[in-house]
């Protein structure tokens, strides 16, 4: 079955989770002529390096989304404080409510079922219930899952992994923290193991949690 949105909405729970989780993806879909959307719930200010400047990775965030060619009236940054996202969860659906009505996407991407951040749970759980009518899928972000249910590949080529980590690359502070997963060596890595699954140069792999068809 091919799949080809019109319009696709990505839930962040953080400024960057939608680049390391599905920027491959996004790439392509752009090229394609998909209308893409993405929403960050945080930009974590509490995670910055010491002695950044307040706003600094809501600025990160947009140098991000210009990189990968998504235009700054399709994003949106809320200000909900990291990791204490589930204190705020009717305002969280509430925000989401609005997205589905302003945007109607026929796609969601949101942090797979399995993913163990209290942040990423909570937009899970939130998304699944805003957008049940709608195609929805997981994206993989390792470090944060002891288990993966890998249902969905997307085939990728080197230019759509180039362009994820010209995205990520924008993220200059969470480059100076080190993160083993923030980095070309791990994003080309990994796209590559998931594109050995199907027999491809590179793929990025999705927990298929709804289809509508």
Known sequence: MEIKPKRVLV?????????????GTLSRLLEEG?????AAFSTAEESLPSGSPPGLLREEFTNAMRRMGIAEK????FNFPVRRLSYHRQEVLEEMVKLRKELDPEMVFLPSGNDLHQDHHVVNEEGLRVFKERTVWGYELPWNQVKFSAQAFVGLRLKDIEAKWKALEAYKSQLELRRPYFSWAFIESLARVRGVQIKTEYAEVFEVMRIIW
């Open 34 to 38: 998909t209308c893409v959307c993405v």
């Open 11 to 23: 839930l962040a729970p953080h400024t960057d989770d939608a680049e390391l989780g599905c920027g």
């Open 74 to 77: 399709n994003t949106k940054v």
